[in-house]
């Protein structure tokens, strides 16, 4: 076992080693150009998330069930860090990422992508509803400062569907899901994702047009 563990972690490495390149690359940049400096940011966090994700998915066979649900119910464990996950009253599927949207302008990472079919997955009870017939609610909660993308065209949102398809939604074409992007001016940085059926949607929006999600 610990000589496999070895060769993952010796792929992860050379993973590693793109990163600490991107990054080194970010800093040396003297370029004036602001399309220049925001792709080489891109390339960066592209290669940090990459990494991520490929560390969860080559290193998590090699912890033991016992200690990774230890592992997810301590204080600041990974699953308090990346979001939560919740069935309301109405059975809407609620999930919170603590972190907004990536900038995919020029390239996007499946980080929170994977990070929403974990916490799919991971769901303990029974109640988790599917959809034959879907409205996707997005709203992402920051300032004009600290915001990732300000262009909707520049959200990293279509993970989103393709992580919940086959699990919460039946498909995500056009005539079975709709999707609505929103947000809200906030000093408190996350992003809110709710699914439920498409008759439920005047109440979301009057729910979020008067600040009662």
């Known amino acids: 076992m610990m000589e496999l563990l070895k060769e993952q972690v010796a792929i992860l490495q050379k993973d590693a ?15 004036k150009s602001k399309v220049v400096v925001e792709r080489a940011i891109d390339d960066y966090l592209w290669e940090v998330e990459s990494l991520c994700v490929k560390s969860r ?33 109405e059975g ?12 995919c302008k020029y390239r996007v990472s499946g980080y929170i992508g994977n990070t929403i079919s974990r916490l799919v997955k991971e769901y303990e009870y029974d109640d988790l509803p599917y959809f ?30 393709n992580a919940l398809k086959g699990r919460v939604i039946k498909d995500d074409n056009q005539f079975i899901l709709s999707i609505g992007l929103f947000s809200k001016l ?25 600040d009662l999600l």
């Open 132 to 161: 034959e017939n879907a409205f996707l609610a997005i709203v992402e909660y920051c300032n004009h400062d600290n915001h990732n993308a300000l262009d909707n065209d520049n959200k990293g949102w279509k993970m989103i569907p």
């Open 186 to 210: 906030s000093e408190d940085v996350k992003c809110e994702i709710y699914v439920m059926p498409p008759e439920d949607g005047g109440i979301f929006m009057e729910r979020f047009t008067s």
């Open 17 to 31: 080693q793109k990163v600490l390149t991107r990054l080194d690359a970010l800093y040396e940049t003297n370029s």
């Open 57 to 89: 998915i080559r290193l998590d066979g090699f912890r033991s069930s016992k200690n990774e649900s230890d592992l997810f119910h301590q204080e600041n464990s990974p699953i308090e860090v990346a979001g939560s996950i919740e069935v309301t009253f």
């Open 92 to 103: 809407w599927l609620h999930i919170t990422l603590n972190t907004l949207l990536p900038n």
